[in-house]
Nanobody
């Protein structure tokens, strides 16, 4: 059975960097697109970034453009989210997700487009 296992995250200060990882076990991840979302208590899960299976298409939420970078290493079945210049408002539980590799228009920002989710990892940014 395929699982997405996340690692990284933690407590950092504003301006610091973190890298999140999402590794697929049980089956190749390389033929799927992938995305990162985040969620804070009482709010809906929010799109952060997405990457196509080849890495040739990438999309970001406006709130993270220029600060976050999504990437993938297909031989390692892993997707990454490099987060730089972190702000307190980036504090959330971050989730990676797998998306069938169908073309997207605009940004693939709806949770319903994704069919498998990681367990979530807490990122806390102190001011």
């Amino acid at each position: 059975q395929v699982q997405l296992v996340q690692s990284g995250g933690g407590l950092v200060q504003a301006g610091d960097s973190l890298r999140l990882s999402c590794a697929a076990s049980g089956r190749t991840f390389s033929s799927y697109a992938a995305g990162w979302f985040r969620q804070t208590p009482g709010r809906e899960r929010e799109f952060v970034a997405a990457i196509s299976w080849s890495g040739g298409r990438i999309a970001y939420a406006d709130s993270v453009k220029g600060r976050f970078t999504i990437s993938r290493d297909n031989p390692k079945n892993t997707v990454y989210l490099q987060m730089n210049s972190l702000k307190p408002e980036d504090t959330a539980v971050y989730y990676c997700a797998r998306r069938p590799n169908t073309p997207w228009v605009g940004t693939p920002s709806f949770t319903g487009e994704y069919d498998l989710w990681g367990q979530g990892t807490q990122v806390t940014v102190s001011s």
